[in-house]
Nanobody, 123 residues
Framework: RVQVVESGGCLAQTGESLRLSCDSS????????MGWFRQAPGKVREGVAV????????WYASSVNGRFTISRVIAENTVYLQMNDLKPEDTAMYYC????????????????WGQGTKVTVSS
């Protein structure tokens, strides 16, 4: 059974940094992808950043490219999302998700989800 658990969300000020963590258990095959998604109130869930387990290929949404960095610690089976220069529009519930297979950026391509961690950025 695959379990995904996020942590690290909290209240931040504009311009500050946060690091989200995603711990996963269950998918042991290296050909998997882990991604971060977010959903703001009244908006659809969108991809933020994805890391593919083989080769370290990454994808970023244009809105966060250059500010956010996704990384993985193989020994811990943990994926981090380092968020720098936070903006009020980054306010959302952030979800970590996992899939077996190649790099994808759409939420519909990920079958395993965590419960989310809330990030609020005040101006």
């Amino acid at each position: 059974r695959v379990q995904v658990v996020e942590s690290g969300g909290c209240l931040a000020q504009t311009g500050e940094s946060l690091r989200l963590s995603c711990d996963s258990s269950g998918l042991t095959d290296d050909h998997y992808s882990m991604g971060w998604f977010r959903q703001a109130p009244g908006k659809v869930r969108e991809g933020v950043a994805v890391f593919h387990g083989t080769g370290g290929t990454t994808w970023y949404a244009s809105s966060v490219n250059g500010r956010f960095t996704i990384s993985r610690v193989i020994a811990e089976n943990t994926v981090y999302l380092q968020m720098n220069d936070l903006k009020p529009e980054d306010t959302a519930m952030y979800y970590c998700a996992e899939r077996l297979g190649g790099l994808r950026s759409g939420p519909e391509d990920f079958p395993y989800w965590g419960q989310g961690t809330k990030v609020t950025v005040s101006s």
